[in-house]
């Protein structure tokens, strides 16, 4: 097997817009975010941290580290 597929993790994301936590006429929109996780390599994975950074529609970004718990 190829070198690339020894460590390979396939990350995808769900947006849900949450209309009842949001209030539009005062520029407040709330999202909630399903995060997928695969290893689809041939070796084990351990996750460690975590790491989002997270850009709304006007380019502001808010970053966030969760270490392993």
């Not at 929109?29 to 460690?48: E, S, W």
Request: no cysteine; hydrophobic share 35%; proline share 3%.
């Amino acid at each position: 097997m190829a070198e690339s597929k020894k460590y390979e993790i396939t990350v995808t994301a769900e947006t849900q817009y949450l209309a009842d936590q949001s209030d539009p006429q005062d520029g407040r929109y709330v999202f909630a975010y399903n995060i997928t996780l695969r290893n689809t390599g041939t070796i084990a994975a351990q996750l460690i941290s975590r790491h989002w950074i997270i850009k709304d529609a006007d380019g502001n970004e808010h970053e966030e580290l969760i270490p392993k718990y």
